[in-house]
């Protein structure tokens, strides 16, 4: 669908469900609903990794994807890569109080939760689309020129 | 120094590894070792404000890395903390050759074995820490 690679990437967020929430509905962005379109990086490669890993911003239009209110994937995402398209927060969605309760493990997810997760993939996704349309656009626009 | 230790996970994205490494993570601090050891979140880490940095540097630390590039590790160097362990699911894994693990968004049964026994030997290695504390 997409001509351009779009960069999701997600906070690692141990501290609060909020972030359990986060890299769910980055990975269902990469494994269901864009697969191939979306791409990821773990965000500490932008201190972990080489030159590549630090122009990841650079090179990919990029939504960042918070999962709570210190917006740390946006933050150093902006700071160490470059400036990101768009960014999803995760306590906006599915509200405060839910997105800072206690971290839990996949192995604890119950429904609701996997609907909270839903609800932020498509979140993800209408922000993902409007991307993929402006990129389309330009695209149109240098051709007719 | 504070009593507990923190236990920093990758929580890679990419790949299974990074969450073996992160739900490993949660075992221990929720369930095996809750009285010796807590976890603070890596992006926040790689934000490297002067809280996140002031907590890290104030306990010992173990990084469990899900991949060469080792960012637990690196991360909690940036700003400071010192690591007393640093453990690779690599190395992990070795003990489990051929064996599948999930997803780096689900583990299957093996993987939950896994994460189960690799925290229940990490958790000898948490209170040799804590009580060097």
Redesign the interface.
Known sequence: MATVKIGVI??????CLG?TIS??A???MM?EVRPGDAV??????????GEEERGFAEAHPTITVDGCS?W??K??TE??SGKVSDAVQVEDIIGSEAARG??????QLRPEHLEMVDKVTEEIKKKFDLIVEEFAEQAMTIKLC | MSKQVNIIPCSGIGKVHGLLAREIALRLVNEICSEEAKTECLGYIVTEDQEIADRIKASKCITIDGCPKMCAAKSVANVGGTIAEEVRIVDILKGYRGIKTGTATALNDDGWNIVDEAAEKLAIRVREIYGEE
């Not at chain 1, 997600?10 to 501290?15: I, N, T, V």
């Not at chain 1, 990821?40 to 990794?49: M, Q, V, Y």
């Open positions: 997600s906070c690692s967020g141990e501290d972030g890299r769910l980055t990975r269902k494994e990821t990086l773990c965000l500490p490669l932008f201190i972990a990794g210190k740390c994937a933050r150093a700071r160490l206690s971290i839990l493990s996949t192995r």
